[in-house]
């Protein structure tokens, strides 16, 4: 699960407050603007820090020192030295920090016009409206600059058009959505066009008997549960609560029930896509498998806005199932529960979701929702099909789970029973900060083959409980894919860095074990640095020739997924 | 299905006796060859036909012409007129031709010394052994030339090689395997170096823990899943049995299994790919998912050679079902037969085939076999899970289809009777040419939005069944993916063009509902004419921009899969 907009619940206190302060901020500044307004914006707040910043803290400056060494020894490096916006992003090889510098320069006001004449009511320079799109909440990496403009499209068209005209300029764009996620993706660290797709909600074409829906890119997936609820369909793709189908499909991401249905890439038929010169790229037909031509779909898919723009999303999408059944196992050891885990998985049975929460978490879970959990690593299942299935499936498990030492099997079938126990779950990261109520959260996941996630938990663990952080473990275990929650004072910069440290750590032994970096949070700034070592420079440089040929002016959320070190 | 296998299989009248087939010609063409025959081929074969052939059909002429036309008044589509193997392929928009055709050059010694250098017991450039390459036996496509020389590679180092000397010297390269497909993608159109991966067919490791395995691409899916069984194990991806790995990955294939455990595009965790200029990428970690980066994976697969040589696959496996049921079931129409598939899909349940076979197929089936089938529409299904879940989507889908006029529903558990009833399916290919033993077949596939999948057969089937020709059709009907096997006399120009007109009206049928022009067989040159209709010619823009940024000097598996007309 993607945890961001959990994240945001706690800092707007309830989803509601949240939805009404974005929709303040909304209507207050986009509703209201006009010509004047947009051509005389409020001036008073600049941009956070210039290029040449003092705050720019001094590993930067180490780090910049290598790039220009590396551009000196390797000239092809400078091919891209003649855009306007270069990327200077400091995530990149072996960088520790955390502030995402750019370069910034002004937008030229003839780009202005043109967007203003594009969607003359959905345009604003307002400082709140673009602090508010540069500063996501849930991110805990922050960028040097904000976004000189704010765009609402509503159609293809004109996101083609905008996008056409940012070419021209040579100005960034920063594609925007439910901006839940966690790894900076949503940063404007060279400032530019943020297009916020928010207005492009709407459910386009609703088919019953093929399974699918085409819906456009800012329709969040609870919005799209509710619909689709009274035609027995649903789309199996969970991350946080304010998450759009567009930026599920730009971050690759899965949640609890990709162990059943598969990540955004197994649930996205296809798309279309405006390409950085305007095009709209439609990227298969809506048939559910085919062999023509590449696959486009699956490399816009987790391609993070840096090579289009999503204007059109066709979903696979599930039949609810008839029957299902949850239920809750304690264990002695983190091992034994990840091996049960495992062990599941081995069996053979499609469970629809196996998540595992370490004693840590439970506590919170406890404190925050006064529970009174064994404070014990935990596992939870789900199990669905016809009413016998799934209770034979709940009795192997149940058999597996005594096999590893597992005690208080506790299964439900009441609707009421179930909403009660998943709920632990669900609420998970929302109880971590009753452990540290004024903290910020480092969240990150890794993903490792299965066999290595008992081995990989407990070297973490032994890692987070020695460090004087609070940090809690949820993990997909039925994925190998495993999270933490760190928490730490904002103020304390040694915390911060602390926090890092374990991330650093963590993000390390995953990928001694063949693992990844991300399971599904994405790269986005903060993960860049990791990249080389997972994959190689040569697949590296791969996706830089990719890049370059189809976004030549570098326009496309500059700056992020490919480590700027890497050339060609 | 791809069906290319059962081809090979009635050509060389059992699988061993192919197999021998090709070992003898392996045999007495590599493991003899030495220096002092590569250096000195026998050269009384000339290449078929030369560029400026009087064989080339008038077609073609038409084309060409509007070929020229195009490249006046676009000044961008020479940008490729630098390569000394540019790509000229008649398989291209609006070409309703089979002949393939390709711009050809003398091999440089200077290459053939590198070749002997890198593999000097494993070139040859023997005529029989080239014919052999240059001439797959399933394509219904032909190509103007073959290759020049062939290459058997032991290492991903040697391919590495292999391909880099290629692109120094601007030669084609077309990688090949068990060269079982059947849209011409292992044809040598332009002469070239043809790359037999199958020397490459180690297991380098299996973690069954994790239910995934190491190999190399030479290996075939029917001798891995030999090795995985005793480790309750398979891979579930079942083409044509001489397919191999690496072909299956080249070409996104799947077959009756991808309803339930989808096609190579869901069962491949990463791929180890040599470009262009020798680097060897590592697509991904061995993680179930990841967020990390672009997906190369997936850009590969169903690239058709045309950006990389593959030389590694890790692969996604299956535990063995701990029970399965087989059950056959008559139908007075085909669309009954259609509507009970969707409706079975609907249901939830999670078959693991849904198979259709029309009247034509069954009555090729009686006459091959011997059996006294009803000469009716006929759905297959397979259910599998525990032996009580199993029995239970059995009897669902029996009262499903009572409620659609199905009759004689009959179902097995036992494996012997199992293996009787599934060989009727396994054996359907095979068993048309008992309805024409001296006829060649031209085999399609295209898939359409599960809903129109009975509209689609039953429009086809007017159309097929108003035809001169004899034909028959099979569906992997819970995906939508439809084939026909469309007989006709070789020695007839006449039949073969009514094989192709019965073709386009399926293929142009099927993308009027939204459908793509091949479900699992890939594009080779035989559907390249109908992408743009498909796709949009922004769509194949971008592949062509892709191709270009990833191999700039066009050598790799050139004049397939993006069609000649496109430029950008």
New interface residues.
């Given amino acids: 699960m993607a945890f961001s907009s959990w994240f945001s619940r706690l800092r707007s206190s309830s989803k509601p407050v949240y939805n009404n302060l974005r929709h303040s901020f909304f209507y207050k500044h986009r509703t209201h603007s006009n010509i004047r307004e947009v051509l005389n914006p409020d001036k008073k707040h600049a941009p956070i820090l210039s290029w040449a910043s003092s705050l720019v803290p001094v590993a930067f400056a180490v780090y910049a020192g290598s790039l220009a060494l590396e551009t000196q020894n390797n000239p092809s490096f400078c091919d891209a030295s003649n855009l306007d916006h270069r990327e200077v992003s400091i995530g990149g090889k072996g960088s520790t920090d955390y502030l995402v510098r750019g370069s910034h320069k002004d937008v030229p006001q003839e780009l202005i016009d043109d967007l203003m004449a594009i969607c003359p009511e959905n345009v604003t320079m307002d400082y709140d409206e673009r602090y508010f799109h540069g500063k996501p909440q849930n991110s805990f990496h922050k960028a040097v600059n904000i976004p000189d403009v704010v765009v609402f499209p509503r159609s293809a068209d004109e996101v083609s058009k905008i996008v056409k005209s940012c070419d021209k300029h040579k100005v960034p764009i920063v594609p925007y959505g439910g901006a839940t996620s966690i790894e900076g993706h949503t940063l404007s660290p060279n400032g530019g066009v943020c297009i916020d797709m928010t207005l492009m909600k709407s459910i386009k074409s609703l088919?019953v008997?093929?399974?699918?829906v085409v819906v456009e890119p800012g329709i969040g997936w609870m919005e799209l549960n509710e619909y689709l609820e009274p035609f027995g369909l649903f789309f199996p793709l969970d991350p946080g609560p304010g998450a759009t189908i567009g930026g599920m499909c730009a971050?690759?991401?899965?949640g609890s029930l990709?162990v059943r249905y598969?990540?955004m890439?197994?649930n996205v038929i296809n798309l279309k896509v405006v390409?950085h010169n305007g095009?709209?790229?439609?990227?298969?037909?809506?048939?559910?498998?085919?062999?023509?031509?590449?696959?486009?779909t699956?490399?816009l898919?987790?391609?993070e806005g840096t090579?289009g723009v999503i204007t059109e999303v066709t979903l696979r999408l599930?039949?609810?199932?008839?029957h299902s059944v949850v239920a809750m196992c304690n264990f002695p050891t983190i091992k034994d529960a990840a091996d049960v885990a495992?062990a599941t998985?081995?069996?053979?049975i499609?469970v629809s979701r196996v998540e595992l929460l370490d004693e840590v978490q439970v506590k919170a879970v406890n404190l925050a929702n006064g529970k009174n959990l064994p404070e014990v690593p935990t596992l939870m299942f789900e199990f669905i099909?016809?009413e016998?299935?799934s209770r034979?499936q709940t009795l192997?498990v149940q058999k597996i789970a005594s096999e590893h030492n597992g005690s208080d099997f506790v299964f439900a079938e009441d609707p009421e029973a179930k909403k009660e126990l998943w709920k632990i779950r669900k609420e998970a990261l929302w109880a971590c900060f009753a452990l540290e109520p004024n903290f910020e959260a480092m969240i990150s996941d890794v993903?490792?083959?299965?066999?290595?996630l008992a081995e990989l938990i407990t070297r973490s663990k032994q890692e987070l409980d020695a460090s004087p952080l609070v940090c809690t473990v949820i993990a997909h275990a039925g994925?190998?894919?495993f999270h933490t929650v760190i928490l730490f004072d904002p103020k304390q910069e040694d915390q911060r860095q602390e926090a890092e440290r374990l991330n650093h750590f963590m993000v390390h032994t995953?990928?001694s074990m063949?693992?990844?970096?991300?399971?599904?949070?994405?790269?986005g700034t903060g993960?860049m640095k990791?990249?080389e070592e997972?994959?190689?420079i040569?697949?590296?440089?791969?996706?830089k020739?990719?890049k370059?040929?189809?976004d030549p002016n570098n326009i496309m959320n500059p700056g992020k997924?490919?480590p700027p070190h890497v050339c060609f």
Avoid: F, W
């Fill in positions: 088919h008997e093929d399974m699918d971050t690759r991401c899965s990709a598969g990540t890439r197994d390409l095009d709209i790229v439609k990227t298969g037909s809506r048939a559910r498998k085919s062999a023509a031509g590449y696959d486009l699956r490399l898919i987790g391609s090579l599930q039949r609810i199932p008839q495992i998985m081995l069996s053979g499609q099909g016809t016998a299935y034979e192997i993903c490792v083959p299965l066999s290595c994925d190998g894919n995953a990928l063949e693992g990844t970096c991300t399971g599904e949070h994405g790269v993960k990791y990249l997972e994959l190689g040569e697949a590296l440089m791969t996706m020739k990719i370059a040929a189809l997924l490919i």
